[in-house]
Antibody, heavy 119, light 111 residues
């Protein structure tokens, strides 16, 4: 079964750092672009970052640009999100999502990992 | 990166049809055919129900259909069932660097 499993969430103080991971299984990870999408408590979905299959192309939402870094290790079927200078407004469930191989939509989602930024 | 505009809530009775709207601009919804819709039940991950404006992924009932006119995309659910009660989010490609933008979501209530 195609699956994405996120990990690394937790409680962190404002200004702190956290690294999220997403492990993929049952599909050819290095053939797919990947995204991080987050959802603040009681709020809607917000796209965070995109990375192409080769890591050659990377995009960030303005809200995280300069603070978050997306990366991937195709040998380990793994996607990461390094989050620095965290703010209260970064509190959310973070989902990794696979992008369709040929078109722009997210066809597989992980179950999410919760990040809470609070003192 | 402004969010697409969706009504906060929509309701319908079992068996009825409902249409959820998603309004963007000529830079996102109006410019591309990459509009997708996601269903999210409470405490669950989003699930793709419509891609590329009107394509239905395998396993999604044909009660779900999508369309677009100008800067507004729509998701129609016919023959409403209790399990359709969920939050629905639209998403559109918005060009390089902005990449994609989501709508604020619509809560569908099946009465």
């Amino acid at each position: 079964e195609v699956q994405l499993v996120e990990s690394g969430g937790g409680l962190v103080q404002p200004g702190g750092s956290l690294r999220l991971s997403c492990t993929a299984s049952a599909f050819t990870f290095n053939s797919y672009s990947m995204n991080w999408v987050r959802q603040a408590p009681g709020k809607g979905l917000e796209w965070v970052s995109y990375i192409s299959s080769s890591s050659r192309t990377i995009y960030y939402a303005d809200s995280v640009k300069g603070r978050f870094t997306i990366s991937r290790d195709n040998a380990k079927n793994s996607l990461s999100l390094q989050m620095n200078s965290l703010r209260a407004e970064d509190t959310a469930v973070y989902y990794c999502a696979r992008e369709s191989q040929w078109f722009i939509f997210m066809d597989v989602w992980g179950q999410g990992t919760t990040v809470t930024v609070s003192s | 990166q402004s969010a697409l505009t969706q009504p906060r809530s929509v309701s319908g009775s079992p068996g009825q049809s409902v249409t959820l709207s998603c309004t963007g601009t000529s830079s996102d919804v109006g410019a591309y055919t990459y509009v997708s819709w996601y269903q999210q039940h409470p405490g669950k991950a989003p699930k793709l129900v419509i891609s590329e404006v009107s394509k239905r992924p395998s396993g999604v009932p044909d009660r779900f259909s999508g369309s677009k006119s100008g800067n507004t995309a729509s998701l129609t659910i016919s023959g409403l069932q209790a399990e359709d009660e969920a939050d629905y989010y639209c998403c559109s490609y918005a060009g390089t660097y902005t990449y994609v933008v989501f709508g604020g979501g619509t809560k569908l209530t099946v009465l």
